[in-house]
């Protein structure tokens, strides 16, 4: 992190401000900084033995607050919730530069078909491995929880992918709008999949409700309600994020493809394809992720009859 000055270092906590968007983008910035990529398995290590030594025992640790902050950035960025340190295409901050080329691959016009659904595949077995690693429970999950989400994701993508050829000359004859439902196949494949990966990984919740607390964590109850919006936001924010990674792309590659420079020299699409897709990652994947406070407060009329007598805040 990149302040001079730090708050007293908390655990779990964050050193930017996570009740405002500014500093929820700060936040997500930097744990998905590739600056992390320069960390040697050995300092990822020292970091969280640090940080498992704080919660043992503060006043053992020599450190200043700064470097507690720092390594419980590095930690909670770099290891899963077993301890076990995850490789580096799944981590976070590896997620931008490993995906950069899935999202090339994918949007590129003068791919064939077979590639395309290729890249597609890749990108959900990608996903699902972050997905993996990254999950905030300490046991792994059955196999079975994992293949099934996993296999939804990849029909899905692939049905719009293998469908969309067959179906947009029946939608228009012209030109201009198949040329406009081609550009936002990527987009409707991986946000379809997306959805349906939320819904199906999350659906016990929508079931069984998740927690409702009071500003301090005490937990109330569990809420239905509460469980539909916290999905609902989920699967918007994941929608909104494949927007620009796909969309700007499809429909700009092809414009600078058709230029004298690139004619001439046809060895600088695949850099124009990786610096555009990078740019978008960078600037799009820290503003979705703090679009939404992490702790929620409800409206003690979205939720069950139960919570209504509450005179506190439900978060």
């Known amino acids: 992190m990149e302040t001079k000055t730090v708050p007293k270092f908390k655990l779990e906590g964050s050193v930017f401000d ?46 200043t607050d700064k470097e507690l902050w720092d390594a419980q950035s590095k930690s909670q960025a770099s290891f899963a919730a077993d301890g076990t340190l995850i490789p580096v295409p799944f981590r ?9 080329i899935v ?12 590639t395309v659904v290729f890249w597609h ?28 989400p996993y296999s939804l994701a990849v029909t899905g993508a692939m049905g719009v992918v293998l469908g969309a050829p ?24 991986v946000a379809f999949a997306n959805v349906l990966n939320v819904g199906f990984m999350r659906s016990d919740e929508l079931f069984n409700g998740i927690p409702v607390t009071t500003a301090e964590g005490e937990v109330v109850g569990t809420s239905v309600e509460a469980a539909k ?28 493809q058709r230029t004298s ?10 850099p124009f394809q990786m610096v555009l897709a990078t740019s978008i990652f960078y600037t799009a994947l820290p503003n979705m992720l703090a679009f939404y406070p992490q702790i929620n407060e409800i409206s003690k009329d979205d ?3 139960e919570f209504s007598n509450r005179t506190e805040k439900l978060f």
């Open 18 to 63: 996570m009740k405002t968007y500014q500093g929820r983008y700060q936040h997500f910035m930097d744990f998905i900084h590739p600056k992390y990529l320069l960390c040697s398995s050995q300092e990822l290590q020292h970091a969280r033995n640090l940080i498992r030594a704080y919660k043992r025992n503060p006043a053992s640790v020599n450190a």
């Open 92 to 100: 976070m901050y590896g997620f931008i530069p490993f995906n950069v």
């Open 103 to 114: 999202v090339a691959g994918m949007c590129n016009p003068q791919l064939s078909l077979p």
């Open 121 to 148: 595949w890749f990108n959900q077995t990608h996903n699902a491995a972050i997905n993996y690693y990254n999950r905030p429970s300490v046991k792994p999950a059955p196999l079975i929880e994992i293949l099934k």
């Open 166 to 189: 067959k179906l947009i000359p029946k939608i228009s004859k012209s030109p201009s709008v198949q040329s406009v439902l081609r550009g936002i196949v990527p987009f409707t494949a």
């Open 229 to 256: 919006k916290a999905l609902a936001e989920t699967a918007i924010s994941r929608v909104t994020l494949s927007a620009p990674l796909l969309i700007i792309p499809s429909f700009l590659l092809p414009i600078v």
């Open 261 to 270: 420079l690139m004619k001439r020299y046809p060895r600088l699409d695949l």
């Open 303 to 305: 939720l069950e009859e």
